[in-house]
């Protein structure tokens, strides 16, 4: 009853001129669905597999992973999700694996570099998500974590379009893959913006280190450059280029990557009512001055600060 007439708690994520941005979620289980929030969504855009490769000692089986993919996608009843492989190590260890002992995680065999040394877990992987899209019918996209190149880019598709899967992205957290954001989109059918590691990566700042927050602020113009470079591809490529790290769910930066240029946002399911009231309350011209701004800034909090003096009110 708090909310206002004016801000719609549902529906489609549009610019006050009717541009689309699709707002999306990012969840790691069916669970993370239910509720009122998560049902304001237009799709899933981040489906991290990862829950499922957790606290146990060997891997999940064939069955067993259907079975979790079909309880998502039978939930988001027809609207599409976006599943990622399995991105294990670093931040995400996963014992089985034999990742221990690596000096530098973060820089090791981790996300789609883990397939060149076990490919049958992404194959298996890949076998379950098809099972369970054919199960439920659903609109099923499948992205890797971690790529560093077209070739990787290019590899993973084969892998993903061989097993039956024919929508296939990859993420962009490594600083070469936005630098190359025209060749990779030469492979694959979208492009997903994980600003939580692109961030890490760009700033060589570890994402757990509190002390590093400030480099690690999505605010910052090096990050929004390289994200305005990828939306830029999309834009020449005609293909959709999201974001699905942290940075998607702040409102006004938000309205800043919009004007950027990205198709879709992916953030937990709380942050999408204010996100959609703050992209209703600006036009595309809008969201493209401010982003403008914000690009043109000598830091992140400067960026924030202009941005947040020149954005119109959000009711
Ligand atoms: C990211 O890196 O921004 C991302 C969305 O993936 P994760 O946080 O799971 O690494
Ligand atoms: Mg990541």
């Avoid at 069916?30 to 146990?56: M, N, Y």
């Avoid at 259907?66 to 609207?79: C, K």
């Avoid at 399911?269 to 001055?289: E, F, N």
Wanted: contains cysteine; charged residues 20%.
């Amino acid at each position: 009853a708090r909310r206002d007439r004016a801000t719609p708690s549902r529906g489609p994520g549009r610019t006050a001129d009717g541009r689309a941005v699709k707002l999306l979620v990012n969840i790691g289980s069916a669970a993370q669905l239910r509720g009122d929030e998560a049902a304001g969504a237009e799709g899933v855009g981040l489906f991290r597999t990862e829950l499922l490769f957790l606290d146990r000692s060997t891997l999940p089986g064939l069955d067993e992973q259907v079975r979790a993919y079909a309880e998502v996608f039978a939930a988001m009843a027809g609207r599409p999700v976006v599943i990622r492989t399995l991105d294990a190590g670093a931040d995400k260890p996963l014992p089985f694996l034999d990742q221990a002992g690596e000096p530098n995680p973060a820089l090791g065999v981790r996300g789609l570099r883990v397939a060149r040394r076990r490919p049958e877990v992404l194959r298996t992987q890949l076998e379950a998500i098809d099972l369970a899209s054919r199960r439920t019918g659903a609109d099923v996209r499948v992205m890797a974590p971690m790529v560093a190149t077209a070739a990787e880019a290019r590899e993973f598709a084969m892998i993903t379009r061989a097993a039956g899967l024919s929508n296939v992205g990859v993420m962009v957290e490594v600083p070469a893959a936005a630098l190359r954001a025209p060749q990779l989109l030469d492979q694959v059918d979208f492009l997903s913006i994980g600003t939580n590691d692109l961030s890490q990566y760009v700033f060589a700042a570890d994402r757990q280190c509190g002390d590093l927050a400030e480099l690690l602020d999505p605010w910052q113009p090096a990050l929004l450059q390289l994200i305005a470079a990828c939306a830029t591809a999309g834009g020449a490529a005609g293909k959709p280029v999201g974001v699905c790290g942290e940075a998607a769910a702040d409102p006004l930066l938000a309205v800043v990557l919009a004007g950027l240029g990205v198709t879709s946002l992916s953030m937990s399911p709380r942050a999408l009512a204010p996100v959609r009231a703050a992209l209703a309350a600006h036009t595309l011209a809008d969201c493209a001055r401010l982003a403008k701004l914000a690009l043109a800034a000598e830091d992140a909090e400067q960026a924030r600060a202009t941005v947040r003096s020149e954005a119109r009110p959000v009711p």
